[in-house]
Nanobody, 123 residues
Framework: QVQLVESGGGLVQAGGSLRLSCVFS????????FGWFRQIPGKQREFVGGISRSGGTYFPDSVRGRFTASRDDVRNTVYLQMNSLKPEDTAVYYCAASGGVIIRTSTTGYNDWGQGTQVTVSS
């Protein structure tokens, strides 16, 4: 079965950068697209980016220009590079995988989830 393990979260000052990693296992990564989501207590999980099988990416307005995504299928790893971080980016960040062909922005578009990694941005 598919497993996803995120890492790379932490505490950073506003304006700083972090790179999150998501290690994929349990199947062949080239058949999967990936989404990145974040969640703060009491709120729904929010889509912050996705990457297709071919490496195409999509980001919502809230993070476009600051976040980028990439994948290394040899290392079975997907990345979320976050630059110019703001205090409102503070959340638990999750990696999600789908065997579909289109990047979905809803949590229902993904079958497998990691455990999450905390990102805290101080002002």
């Amino acid at each position: 079965q598919v497993q996803l393990v995120e890492s790379g979260g932490g505490l950073v000052q506003a304006g700083g950068s972090l790179r999150l990693s998501c290690v994929f296992s349990g199947d062949t990564i080239i058949y999967y697209i990936f989404g990145w989501f974040r969640q703060i207590p009491g709120k729904q999980r929010e889509f912050v980016g996705g990457i297709s099988r071919s490496g195409g990416t999509y980001f919502p307005d809230s993070v476009r220009g600051r976040f980028t995504a990439s994948r290394d299928d040899v290392r079975n790893t997907v990345y979320l590079q976050m630059n110019s971080l703001k205090p409102e980016d503070t959340a638990v960040y999750y990696c999600a995988a789908s065997g579909g062909v289109i990047i979905r922005t809803s949590t229902t578009g993904y079958n497998d989830w990691g455990q999450g990694t905390q990102v805290t941005v101080s002002s």
